[in-house]
């Protein structure tokens, strides 16, 4: 059983170093999820993570951590335009969320593997991935990709809340708090994300239904897409994704 890990080299770029606590797992997996928002890849990239080891590398993270930790000074002009775009539901531009990853290529290499959750989301984002990939010499094993009817990723996305200090997920009927609005784990108050009430829900979806299909193609056409009907339980969920990466050892 893998931990998360504190991910400071993905959550604040170069110049950062992770503490790196966990066991290196006996294979680094390199793997991509993609799907609509809400569908639960964080769900399931805390679930691979715990079993397989890779490092849960999340773009819309890396944003969310920008939000929160500019310790009072103004974001760059490139990232408040970033957290505009997201706080509307819309997607970032390409060239700022490549750079953003490009800055991390490190943690593509890195010992511990890794989970790319929402990178790439366009057909240009998937091409530069490859590019960086190339450069530190890595592939991927797959690009999973959950799908869901939208009437349950809606569902999903407006009850879910966070933990506004330590941010573990919860959602109002899957995945209830112990007591309502405060966080199990440390107490803290459980928020709805800016980009999960309803507006941004829909630009989110529309954004993702835009920009889908070129990259779900890309992968298939490389024999690399691996498909999960994610409606179920996040466990009978996390039992397909099991057995999909342990046939590809
Ligand atoms: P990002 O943070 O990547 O968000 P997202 O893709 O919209 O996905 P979410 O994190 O909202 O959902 P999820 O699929 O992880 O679901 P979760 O597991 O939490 O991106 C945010 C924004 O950043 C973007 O809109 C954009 O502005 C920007 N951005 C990021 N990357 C970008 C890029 N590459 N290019 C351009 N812009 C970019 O689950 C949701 C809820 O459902 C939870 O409450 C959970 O408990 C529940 N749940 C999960 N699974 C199940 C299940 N099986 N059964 C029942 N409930 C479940």
Redesign the pocket.
């Known amino acids: 059983m893998y931990s998360l890990g504190n991910r400071i080299a993905w959550l604040q770029g170069p110049g950062a170093n992770c503490a790196k606590t966990n066991p290196v797992a006996p294979r680094p997996w390199h793997l991509v999820?993609l799907?609509?928002?809400?569908?639960?890849?964080?769900?399931?990239?805390?679930k691979i993570v715990a079993e397989f080891g890779a490092c849960h590398l999340?773009?819309?993270?890396?944003?969310?951590h920008a939000a929160r930790n500019s310790g009072g000074t103004a974001p760059s002009p490139a990232m408040a335009t970033?957290l505009a775009?997201?706080?509307?539901?819309?997607?970032?531009?390409?060239a700022?969320?490549v750079e953003l990853?490009r800055e991390r290529a490190d943690c593509l290499s890195c010992q511990y593997g890794f989970l790319l959750?929402?990178?790439?989301?366009?057909i240009d984002?998937a091409r530069a991935l490859d590019g960086i990939l190339g450069n530190v010499k890595r592939k991927l094993d797959a690009a999973v990709n959950?799908f869901?009817p939208e009437t349950?990723?809606i569902?999903?996305?407006s009850?879910?809340?966070?933990c506004k200090q330590c941010r573990a997920?919860?959602?109002?009927?899957?995945?209830p708090p112990r007591q309502a609005g405060r966080c199990d784990a440390c107490g803290g108050e459980l928020i709805q994300?800016d980009?999960?009430k309803p507006e941004?829900i829909r630009?989110?979806l529309h954004?993702?239904a835009a920009t889908c299909n070129p990259v779900l193609e890309y992968y298939r056409k490389q024999g690399l897409l691996r498909e999960i009907d994610?409606?179920?339980?996040?466990?009978?969920?996390f039992a397909q994704t099991r057995a999909i990466i342990q046939k590809l050892v």
Do not use: C, W
């Open positions: 999820l799907g609509p928002p809400g569908v639960g890849k964080g769900t399931q990239a805390e999340s773009t819309g993270d890396v944003f969310r970033a775009a997201m706080k509307r539901g819309e997607l970032v531009s390409d700022t969320v990853v959750d929402g990178f790439p989301r366009t984002q959950y869901a349950l990723i569902e999903r996305l009850g879910r809340r966070v997920g919860y959602h109002v009927a899957n995945k994300r980009d999960d941004a630009t989110r954004a993702y994610a409606s179920g339980d996040p466990d009978s969920v």
